[in-house]
């Protein structure tokens, strides 16, 4: 479409053009029929020149060569397009008056697309003369051309490729990859720019050794491969509450001065006790807390399983759990997967509150008993049983009609009932377990063996740097040895000074091994045939 902005001049009572505006349909546009076509042109030039005829005093027209357009404002029925367009002409106080097509050239110049009458007979060159066109050829094809003067190609060789000498293959492969044209890809790319022009037998093998090998590729990519480390849980308990995980639930909004949960979970039962706190408490306090709260009830532990917070970590902390006889077994850092008993009883603590305080959130320290009786009544998927029946070898009744059931005649067949289901819940933890490993390490891939002196690249995922840009920074850093392997999940690392804050206890997923490559790319080995006499018997 086209159109032009005119104004008739006082000097000599003639329209001259103002201003000039030209629109290319849409795909959308092009299925308009004739009218809106029409109409759709005197849309967007008023759209265009809004600013200088919106507000006239003295009423424009608009000439047309489209007669039907001078009862568009006056029409009785229009569509929901022309309705739209109709508002908008509100705005404006205009006239449309028809005028034929052989008056209205000049606006049919612009809506009209431009073709030259004369086709140029000599064509003109895509280059300028004086310009020359040459072939770009790059360093190490020259170093790998006169390397071939002492080493002969061998006949193998493809055609219109380079056979590449033992001696300048390393160059090739650091130009393929590390060069600045390259980028670093990975071993298809590097592949594909060697193909281009150069060959040896071992090509895609030395390719995959090397990118393996790029320290800055280790350092800046992040893996797509399932994390390492199988699966390790651990040991299942013989008996209630003699292996317990503790964890803490925080970012709670006050109630009744309480901000944060204790979690104290028994890993055989998986009965748990949510203990409202005010605060994080220091490790003396903790200490005292689990005295009055577990210890008093369930007696002493033998083991203790948390995570590396401060109250744990702490020389006091190590210290109280000696003096009771109890072993601290700590998560590695950035593996909250060690802890996950108290993990899965803080998820089950946090649905369970958002159910019964949602509509008023400061009422969660009151609903906490409620949440703590529903987890330890209600069967567990491990067990089978209700951590109740799990710890106290019956079910507390909820139904006057279960009194009968749960009454023990005597102490002695009270004990008998609770091994009897001690023995099922072990035997329900052993069959468990068996399961979630299978299924666990289906997501997982076996771990390199590490040992001690080895050098290690660390993830920093979870590590608290202080960088410009985080998505800027690299994915691993190091490398670092390892000074003790722990177990085959969980390897200690010798940290520089700036990373002090953090435990030196990784998981085997938050690290990967250093490749080294060769100084000079070996041989390729012989053909297991070539050299030999092959004898065929009778």
């Known amino acids: 479409v086209g159109a032009i902005l005119s104004q008739r001049s006082l000097s000599d009572d003639k329209v001259h053009p ?257 203990i409202p706190l005010a605060k994080l408490p220091s490790a003396k306090e903790t200490a005292q807390i689990i005295i009055e709260n577990v210890f008093r009830i369930h007696g002493l532990p033998s083991d203790v399983v948390s995570d590396r917070g401060p109250q744990f970590t702490s020389q006091f902390w190590r210290e109280f759990c000696r003096l009771i006889g109890a072993s601290v077994s700590l998560s590695s850092g950035f593996h909250p997967q060690s802890n996950g008993q108290a993990e899965r009883a803080n998820q089950t603590i946090g649905r369970i509150l958002r159910s019964l305080s949602f509509r008023n959130p400061a009422s969660w320290s009151e609903q906490l008993p409620w949440a703590e009786y529903a987890h330890n009544s209600l069967p567990s998927s491990a067990t089978g049983l209700s951590p109740f029946q799990s710890s106290l070898g019956y079910q507390p009744p909820l139904f006057s009609s279960q009194f009968a059931e749960s009454s023990v005649p005597s102490a002695q067949a009270f004990v008998q009932r609770c091994e009897r289901t001690w023995k099922r819940v072990r035997s329900a933890l052993c069959r468990y377990r068996t399961q979630t490993v299978r299924a666990a390490n289906k997501r997982r891939t076996k771990s390199p063996r590490y040992c001690r002196g080895q050098r290690v690249w660390l993830s920093t995922q979870n590590l608290p740097l202080k960088t410009a840009s985080r998505k800027l920074t690299p994915r691993f850093i190091g490398p670092f040895r390892i000074s003790r392997v722990i177990n085959p999940v969980a390897v200690r690392l010798l940290l520089p000074r700036y990373l002090r804050r953090v435990h030196p206890v990784f998981h085997v997923s938050c690290i990967k091994p250093v490749l080294r490559a060769p100084a000079r790319l070996p041989p390729p080995p012989p053909h297991p045939c070539r050299g030999r006499t092959h004898l065929q018997g009778p």
């Open 18 to 274: 103002c201003a000039y505006f030209s629109h290319r349909l849409s795909p959308s546009e092009r299925n308009y029929d004739v009218g809106n076509r029409e109409l759709l042109a005197i849309r967007l030039a008023l759209g265009e020149w809004r600013q200088w005829l919106e507000g006239a005093t003295v009423p424009f027209v608009v000439w047309t060569d489209h007669r039907n357009l001078e009862y568009i404002r006056s029409a009785k029925r229009l569509n929901a397009r022309q309705a739209r367009w109709a508002l908008f002409f509100a705005r404006f106080e205009f006239v449309i008056s028809y005028r034929p097509g052989s008056k209205n050239t000049k606006p049919d110049a612009l809506s009209r697309l431009f073709s030259s009458s004369v086709a140029s007979t000599d064509p003109e060159g895509i280059l300028p003369e004086g310009r020359v066109v040459g072939l770009t050829v790059w360093g190490i094809e020259r170093q790998v051309k006169q390397a071939l003067t002492h080493t002969p190609s061998p006949r193998p060789c493809p055609r219109n490729l380079l056979f590449v000498p033992i001696p300048t293959r390393l160059a090739v492969l650091q130009w393929a990859h590390s060069a600045k044209l390259a980028g670093h890809p990975g071993v298809r790319g590097t592949l594909a720019s060697i193909r281009q022009r150069f060959w040896w037998p071992t090509r895609e093998h030395d390719t995959r050794r090397f990118v393996a090998a790029c320290s800055v590729c280790a350092q800046t990519k992040s893996g797509n491969s399932p994390p390492a480390g199988r699966l390790r849980p651990l040991p299942i308990p013989s008996r209630p509450w003699s292996h317990i995980a503790l964890d803490f639930v925080t970012g709670l909004p006050s109630s009744a001065g309480k901000t944060v949960i204790l979690t104290v979970v028994d890993r055989f039962s998986k009965a748990a006790h949510f």
